[in-house]
């Protein structure tokens, strides 16, 4: 079923490794590539001379968000005060929302996505689940559905009822109401996952374990992650320490560092991935790379929210792996996974950086360590028999139409110009999922009309919310910028 052949004029066979093989057929079955084959004759006449092929991207972190949040408010600021409006999230279609984003991710070459999962009612996780991995499956694309944990501190960092009391008593019922739900023990949670692995799990889905982000949870709820982790080998995929006052908020309670306190809990390991690690300490680096944990980097999604510049310099001296992540935030928000890569190659590649993001390290960020992240394997990276026949295909004639042939390396004018505009075809796990430019699983346009149809008729509810939220914002700025975040709960 998944056997195909591809002739593309340049293969970039091993990205970030040497020169691009001109004229050359692919072949693969099962979804495994057995086959390279120089065909300079078929491969270098015809439409197929102008088409660059190279391994699907990976997006090692996102919330598949249809819905962009800028459409129901959600405006780009400081991430606490952000997150206020983000979790006023109009009520859509969990299959649709995700469809969508899956779709767009397609159309910009990322054959996997990790999909965190952003809900706080647990009781609807399960169904939720499986209609996120129709959508992938529906798309084409390899899923890592992240089941959402937490126990505490969903308003902000301090205790919930506290936080309901600071805000103006006409708005605490309505706060309990849509930002307030019981959680349920460790147990259960773990029950949970098991569940929705079982009912969703596949040879292209897989299913972790989220911890929103530790200050979300309860040490308890920790420690059952790392246990339910060691004894399955389920992977875990948490926000880590992302803002200054994430990091604020923990060295006022961890001395000796979130990190380290992590670890002594049971939760580093090579199945542990934080995402965002804008605020590690270099210390915090080695300790990860000590024990084999990775960090998906979010570098447009850390510009947008205020958040800051990742020191990816940190790790690649500590030698900690990292994959990038789109988090829903990309740069134009238009989900353009080639965009992500550049400006997070550009801002770590500076004069003077002693352990710059060499093409080498970016490429392999953006595939391997991208893929561990999604899928724990470590068999991807590079279009070579028996790896995974994962192949985003780029109009490189449109690429480099200006460009004297021999002057430049291809590696170069796909970092410097390609984005998702030259996209022409994506083949996950052997199948074709897009073909000119077009998502063949489903039909895009009329999930985005259904997706607006849904978003116009909560319109209503959500210029209701708008003051209250706006009011809840100023709460928490006020709650931020005295420190009361900093002191005991
Ligand atoms: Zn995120």
């Not at 042939?405 to 030259?422: N, Q």
Request: aromatic share 6%; hydrophobic share 45%; glycine share 8%.
């Amino acid at each position: 079923m998944s056997s195909g052949e591809l002739s593309v004029g340049r293969l970039m066979a091993t990205p970030g490794a040497g020169a691009c093989d001109r004229g050359v057929t692919l072949r693969w079955r099962d979804g495994v590539i057995d086959a390279l084959t120089a065909d300079p004759r078929r491969a270098t006449a015809g439409a197929a001379a102008d088409l660059l092929a190279l391994p699907a991207l990976v997006n090692a972190h996102d919330h598949g968000r249809g819905l962009r949040q800028l459409a129901y408010g959600a405006h780009d600021q400081q991430l606490e005060l952000w997150r206020a409006a983000l979790y006023a999230h109009p009520p859509v279609d969990p299959y649709v929302n995700t469809a969508v984003a899956f779709a767009r991710l397609a159309q910009s070459g990322v054959g996997t996505v990790v999909h965190v999962h952003s809900s706080i009612v647990t009781e609807r996780l399960v169904d939720e689940a499986v209609a996120v991995a129709r959508a992938a499956r529906d798309v084409g694309v390899r899923l890592a559905f992240v089941v959402p944990l937490r126990d505490c501190r969903t308003l902000g960092y301090g205790d919930d009822a506290a936080m309901v009391a600071r805000h103006p008593a006409a708005d605490r019922d309505i706060i309990r109401e849509r930002w307030l739900h019981p959680f349920p023990p460790p147990a259960d949670y773990m029950a949970l996952v098991r569940e929705i692995a079982r009912r969703i799990e596949g040879p292209t889905v897989t299913v972790q374990l989220g911890p929103n982000s530790p200050i979300a949870c309860s040490d308890a709820l920790l420690e059952a992650t790392a246990a339910e982790s060691a004894d399955t080998g389920r992977r875990v995929h948490t926000h880590l320490l992302e803002t200054r006052a994430q990091r604020e908020w923990s060295d006022a309670r961890h001395p000796a560092g979130l990190v380290s306190h992590l670890d002594a809990l049971g939760l580093l390991s090579p199945r542990f991935a934080g995402a965002h690690g804008v605020w590690l300490s270099p210390e915090d680096c080695r300790l990860m790379a000590a024990r084999g944990a990775t960090i998906a980097v979010n570098t447009s999604s850390n510009l947008r929210l205020r958040s800051g510049i990742a020191p990816v310099a940190d790790y690649i001296r500590a030698g900690m792996r990292f994959g990038i992540g789109v988090d829903s935030a990309s740069f134009d928000e238009d989900d353009d996974a080639f965009k992500e890569m550049r400006v997070t190659h550009w801002l770590h590649s500076l004069t003077g950086n002693a352990s710059p993001l060499t093409p080498a390290l970016l490429f392999e960020a953006a595939l391997a360590t991208g893929f561990e992240i999604a899928t724990g394997r470590r068999d991807y990276g590079s279009l070579t028999p028996e790896k995974p026949a994962d192949i985003v295909v780029l109009d490189y004639g449109a690429m480099a139409s200006d460009v004297i042939d021999g002057m430049v390396d291809e590696t170069e004018v796909v970092l410097t110009r390609a984005t998702r505009r030259h996209v022409r075809g994506l083949f996950v796990d052997g199948r074709e999922v897009v073909r000119d430019g077009r998502v063949l699983g489903v039909d895009l346009d009329d999930l985005e009309r259904d997706l607006l149809a849904q978003l116009r008729a909560a319109a209503p509810l959500m210029r209701a919310l708008q003051p209250v939220i706006a009011r809840s914002q100023a709460t928490l700025r006020a709650f931020y910028e005295t420190g009361e975040h900093l002191k005991d709960e």
